[in-house]
C-alpha cells in the first residue's frame, strides 16, 4: 500500500492531534537511513527524536528482543521481578556521573521519569516547589506539561496545569545579551529566592541543553552555579537528560561538559535502542526516601525493553558511540560555519556531539541586539530538505531552530549527502 493510501486512511482512523512531520510511511530502517513503503530512501537526521542512537533495528538489540520475546514478554516487575530490571538499574548507576550510592527505577516514558522525579524529590525533601527554566520541554502529561515552556501546540487549551511549578530565565546566548554564565545563573537564582524562597524549593529541574525549546546550550558556567545553588539550598538538582544522555552529545551525559554531578538524572530516549523505557537513577538516600509501593506502573521496566536497553548499551560501548558523537559534531561544525559565510540568515550555530542545530533570523536591524526569529523559513529549508529525501526536523520557542540528531551509526558520507541537501536547501531559500 501507497504513503498516499496509507494517509488517506489514517485521516478517518487516527486523531488529528497526533501530527507527523513527514506524510510518507516507513517500511525498513536500519543504521542511518529509512526506506518508506513507495520504495524511497531517506538519509536520517532525526533518530525518532533522538533515540536511535545505536541505529534502526540495530543488530545486538534485535537479537536481544527476539531472544527476551521466546522467554517471557512481561510478569510486571512489582508482581514478579526479573534480572534484566536490575541489570538496567546498574548501568544507570555506573554510567551516570557521580562516584556515591545509587538506586534507579524504571519507567516508559520520559514524561513519566520526569513525574517520577518531582515525586522523589519532594519525598525526599518534604517541600512542594518545583523550579524550571524558560524554553524547557519535559514532556506531555499534566505536570509535565506545567514544567513544559512552550504553549502551542503542547499546552493550549489543555490546562488547567499541577501548581507549585516555577519558571525561571535560562541562558541563551543568542537572546539575553551574551549574559555570561554566572550572570544568568544570578539573574535565575535571584528569582527563585524572591518569588518562591529557598526554603520551599524541592527540585531544579533542567535539560543541560535544551531540546523541543532550540537546542539552546547555555553559557559556560551557567549549569554548575544552578546546581550549587540548589545543593547549598538543600534542593534536589535534577538534570533532565532524556535527550542528550547516552552519547548524544559525545559525553554518556551532557552533565559531564562541564563537570556537574546531579542528585537525580532523568533518562529515557536512547537507552533502549527503540523500545520504550525510562528511568530516574541518582543519590540512594534521596531514592530511597519513597515508600515501599510509592514508585512504579504496569508496563515499566518490561522485560523486552530492559533486554533492549542492555544490548543498547553494549553497542555504545562496541562501538565507542561517545567518540562517533564527536566524530559527527566535527564533521557538521565546519560545514554549517561555511554556510553561514553566504547565509547572514543563519544566526547561530549551535550544540554538541550529535546534537547540533542552526537558527535562523532575519538580518538585525540597527540597534537591535537580539535577532528576530524567521520560523517561515525554518519550515521553508525543512520542506526542501524532505523533498530532497532529508529527514530534519525544527524546534525552538520561536519555531526557527532547524535540528540536526543522525543515528551515531551514521556514516560519513551519509552526514556528507544529508549537508549537500541542507546546503541547497539553504541557498535556495535564501
Ligand atoms: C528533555 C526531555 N524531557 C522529557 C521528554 C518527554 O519524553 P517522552 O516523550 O518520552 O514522554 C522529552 C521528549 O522529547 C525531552 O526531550
Same mark, same amino acid.
Given at each position: 500500500?501507497?504513503?498516499?493510501?496509507?494517509?488517506?486512511?489514517?485521516?478517518?482512523?487516527?486523531?488529528?492531534? @497526533?501530527?507527523?512531520?513527514?506524510?510518507?510511511?516507513?517500511?525498513?530502517?536500519?543504521?542511518?537511513?529509512?526506506?518508506?513503503?513507495?520504495?524511497?530512501? #531517506?538519509?536520517?537526521?532525526?533518530?525518532?527524536?533522538?533515540?536511535?542512537?545505536?541505529?534502526?533495528?540495530?543488530?545486538?538489540?534485535?537479537?536481544?528482543?527476539?531472544?527476551?520475546?521466546?522467554?517471557?514478554?512481561?510478569?510486571?516487575?512489582?508482581?514478579?521481578?526479573?534480572?534484566?530490571?536490575?541489570?538496567?538499574?546498574?548501568?544507570?548507576?555506573?554510567?551516570?556521573?557521580?562516584?556515591?550510592?545509587?538506586?534507579?527505577?524504571?519507567?516508559?516514558?520520559?514524561?513519566?521519569? @520526569?513525574?517520577?522525579?518531582?515525586?522523589?524529590?519532594?519525598?525526599?525533601?518534604?517541600?512542594?516547589?518545583?523550579?524550571?527554566?524558560?524554553?524547557?520541554?519535559?514532556?506531555?502529561?499534566?505536570?509535565?506539561?506545567?514544567? %513544559?515552556?512552550?504553549?502551542?501546540?503542547?499546552?493550549?487549551?489543555?490546562?488547567?496545569?499541577?501548581?507549585?511549578?516555577?519558571?525561571?530565565?535560562?541562558?541563551?546566548?543568542?537572546?539575553?545579551?551574551?549574559?555570561?554564565?554566572?550572570?544568568?545563573?544570578?539573574?535565575?537564582?535571584?528569582?527563585?529566592?524572591?518569588?518562591?524562597?529557598?526554603?520551599?524549593?524541592?527540585?531544579?529541574?533542567?535539560?543541560?541543553?535544551?531540546?523541543?525549546?532550540?537546542?539552546?546550550?547555555?553559557?559556560?558556567?551557567?549549569?554548575?552555579?544552578?546546581?550549587?545553588?540548589?545543593?547549598?539550598?538543600?534542593?534536589?538538582?535534577?538534570?533532565?537528560?532524556?535527550?542528550?544522555?547516552?552519547?548524544?552529545?559525545?559525553? #554518556?551525559?551532557?552533565?559531564?561538559?562541564?563537570?556537574?554531578?546531579?542528585?537525580?538524572? %532523568?533518562?529515557?530516549?536512547?537507552?533502549?535502542?527503540?523500545?520504550?523505557?525510562?528511568?530516574?537513577?541518582?543519590?540512594?538516600?534521596?531514592?530511597?526516601?519513597?515508600?515501599?509501593?510509592?514508585?512504579?506502573?504496569?508496563?515499566?521496566?518490561?522485560?523486552?525493553?530492559?533486554?533492549?536497553?542492555?544490548?543498547?548499551?553494549? %553497542?555504545?560501548?562496541?562501538?565507542?558511540?561517545?567518540?562517533?558523537?564527536?566524530?559527527?559534531?566535527?564533521?557538521?561544525?565546519?560545514?554549517?560555519?561555511?554556510?553561514?559565510?553566504?547565509?547572514?540568515?543563519?544566526?547561530?550555530?549551535?550544540?554538541?556531539?550529535?546534537?547540533?542545530?542552526?537558527?535562523?533570523?532575519?538580518?538585525?536591524?540597527?540597534?537591535?541586539?537580539?535577532?528576530?526569529?524567521?520560523?517561515?523559513?525554518?519550515?521553508?529549508?525543512?520542506?526542501?530538505?524532505?523533498?530532497?529525501?532529508?529527514?530534519?526536523?525544527?524546534?525552538?520557542?520561536?519555531?526557527? @531552530?532547524?535540528?540536526?540528531?543522525?543515528?551515531?551509526?551514521?556514516?560519513?558520507?551519509?552526514?556528507?549527502?544529508?549537508?549537500?541537501?541542507?546546503?541547497?536547501?539553504?541557498?535556495? %531559500?535564501?
Amino acid at each position: 500500500m501507497s504513503s498516499e493510501e496509507l494517509h488517506k486512511r489514517r485521516t478517518s482512523a487516527v486523531a488529528r492531534g @497526533v501530527s507527523s512531520v513527514i506524510s510518507s510511511y516507513v517500511d525498513t530502517a536500519a543504521g542511518g537511513g529509512l526506506t518508506d513503503v513507495d520504495g524511497r530512501e #531517506w538519509i536520517d537526521f532525526a533518530s525518532g527524536i533522538a533515540v536511535t542512537s545505536v541505529g534502526n533495528a540495530a543488530p545486538r538489540v534485535v537479537a536481544a528482543v527476539q531472544a527476551q520475546v521466546e522467554r517471557f514478554t512481561h510478569t510486571c516487575f512489582m508482581v514478579t521481578p526479573y534480572e534484566s530490571y536490575v541489570a538496567v538499574c546498574e548501568r544507570l548507576a555506573e554510567l551516570t556521573p557521580g562516584d556515591f550510592d545509587k538506586r534507579a527505577a524504571l519507567f516508559n516514558s520520559g514524561a513519566e521519569a @520526569v513525574e517520577n522525579a518531582v515525586k522523589i524529590a519532594r519525598h525526599a525533601t518534604g517541600r512542594t516547589a518545583v523550579v524550571v527554566f524558560d524554553h524547557a520541554y519535559h514532556g506531555r502529561t499534566n505536570l509535565t506539561m506545567a514544567m %513544559t515552556a512552550k504553549s502551542m501546540p503542547y499546552k493550549s487549551g489543555f490546562g488547567p496545569f499541577a501548581p507549585e511549578v516555577y519558571r525561571v530565565p535560562m541562558s541563551y546566548p543568542l537572546r539575553d545579551g551574551g549574559l555570561s554564565g554566572p550572570e544568568a545563573a544570578a539573574r535565575a537564582i535571584d528569582m527563585i529566592e524572591k518569588q518562591v524562597g529557598a526554603a520551599n524549593v524541592a527540585a531544579v529541574l533542567i535539560e543541560p541543553i535544551q531540546g523541543e525549546g532550540g537546542f539552546v546550550v547555555p553559557a559556560r558556567g551557567f549549569l554548575p552555579a544552578i546546581a550549587g545553588w540548589a545543593r547549598s539550598a538543600g534542593a534536589v538538582f535534577v538534570a533532565d537528560e532524556i535527550q542528550t544522555g547516552f552519547c548524544r552529545t559525545g559525553n #554518556w551525559f551532557a552533565s559531564e561538559h562541564e563537570g556537574v554531578v546531579p542528585d537525580l538524572v %532523568t533518562v529515557a530516549k536512547g537507552m533502549a535502542g527503540g523500545l520504550p523505557l525510562a528511568g530516574v537513577v541518582g543519590r540512594a538516600e534521596m531514592m530511597d526516601a519513597v515508600h515501599p509501593g510509592g514508585l512504579g506502573g504496569t508496563y515499566g521496566g518490561n522485560p523486552i525493553a530492559c533486554a533492549a536497553s542492555l544490548a543498547a548499551v553494549e %553497542t555504545m560501548r562496541e562501538l565507542d558511540l561517545n567518540t562517533a558523537a564527536r566524530a559527527i559534531e566535527a564533521q557538521f561544525l565546519p560545514a554549517l560555519s561555511t554556510f553561514a559565510e553566504r547565509d547572514p540568515g543563519i544566526g547561530d550555530i549551535r550544540g554538541r556531539g550529535a546534537m547540533i542545530a542552526i537558527e535562523l533570523t532575519r538580518p538585525v536591524p540597527s540597534g537591535l541586539i537580539v535577532p528576530e526569529p524567521d520560523p517561515g523559513r525554518t519550515g521553508q529549508v525543512a520542506r526542501a530538505c524532505h523533498a530532497a529525501g532529508l529527514l530534519v526536523l525544527t524546534c525552538g520557542t520561536y519555531g526557527n @531552530v532547524l535540528r540536526f540528531l543522525p543515528p551515531l551509526v551514521i556514516s560519513e558520507a551519509e552526514v556528507d549527502r544529508g549537508l549537500e541537501i541542507l546546503e541547497t536547501a539553504l541557498l535556495d %531559500t535564501i
